[in-house]
């Protein structure tokens, strides 16, 4: 059978010109694709973390629903309740259900109604086993039974991972993993991990060393204070920083060092 030339067809105006040496795409098709180099921004939902400078730096400008986030931290129960508190603040305010399992500390329930909490709306789930709480996990994500999970998973390998992120993407809520950061060297599915840290003068300390986008170089700094402390603590204690770059300004180079003398003891008579 020969092969039958036709003439080809009016230019489409839908095509958009490429940069040079790059084939034509059509427009839908061009709106639809991501560049590696450039922060994601065709993400299913979000919710804002309530932070404004980590929500510049996240893809979509919040927390990801419908995925899973990783945050990892040198000590568990310390930091999470302060960076996600916010967030979780907007989803009970929305009336929606936060859950949590197996949390390494008692949740402290005169802390979290400071941060703006419900009890009405607070699950806690303990499970001590690793699978236990691997199971429990799955299956909050996999019945879309909250509007927020935070799992502690401190063991859990990157196929179970992968398998948590599928379920994940049919979950129209938040879902946060929190593992130490020691984690940050091993295989995860998880779109989005961040690790905090604490800073001298209370503040947070975000690396997001994974997302959809370019590597974020640097740091991410949030202002933050513990609920409560702010109104008792002195204003030498608001900035600590303050108190230790006096001690180090006096051992600089060129400066002069006083010596402490020791105070001397009264006569005995």
Same mark, same amino acid.
């Given at each position: 059978m020969p092969f039958v030339l036709r003439r080809a067809d009016p230019i489409d105006p839908t095509f958009v010109s490429p940069p040079d040496g790059q084939p034509s795409v059509r427009a839908p098709v061009a709106n639809a694709l991501w560049r590696a180099s450039e922060l994601g921004t065709q993400v299913a939902a979000v919710v804002s973390s309530g932070w404004e400078l980590l929500d510049r730096e996240l893809p979509?400008?919040?927390?990801?629903?419908?995925?899973?986030?990783e945050v990892l931290m040198p000590?568990?129960?310390?930091?999470?309740?302060?960076?996600?508190?916010?967030?979780?603040?907007?989803?009970?305010?929305?009336e929606g259900q936060v859950a949590v399992v197996a949390p390494p500390r008692h949740p402290y329930l005169p802390g979290l109604l400071h941060e703006g909490l419900n009890e009405r709306q607070f699950v806690w789930v303990q499970a001590d086993a690793p699978a236990e709480r691997l199971w429990v996990?799955?299956? %909050?994500?996999?019945?879309?039974?909250?509007?927020? %999970?935070?799992?502690?998973?401190p063991q859990v390998r990157p196929e179970q991972l992968r398998r948590l992120q599928a379920c994940a993407q049919s979950c129209e809520g938040l879902v946060f993993l929190c593992r130490p950061e020691a984690a940050q060297h091993e295989a995860s599915a998880a779109p989005l991990r961040v690790h905090a840290s604490f800073g001298l003068d209370w503040e947070l300390q975000l690396r997001i060393f994974k997302r959809r986008g370019p590597v974020l170089e640097g740091i991410v700094t949030l202002p933050s204070m513990p609920g409560g402390l702010a109104s008792?603590?002195?204003?030498? %204690?608001?900035?600590?920083s303050r108190l230790f770059s006096r001690e180090v300004s006096a051992d600089v180079v060129g400066s002069p060092v006083v010596p402490l003398r020791p105070r001397r003891q009264p006569a005995a008579h």
């Open positions: 979509g400008g919040g927390w990801p629903c419908q995925a899973v986030t000590q568990p129960c310390v930091i999470e309740w302060r960076l996600l508190g916010p967030a979780l603040q907007s989803v009970v305010a929305a996990a799955e299956q %909050l994500i996999k019945a879309n039974a909250c509007s927020a %999970l935070i799992a502690w998973l008792i603590l002195t204003p030498r %204690l608001l900035a600590p």
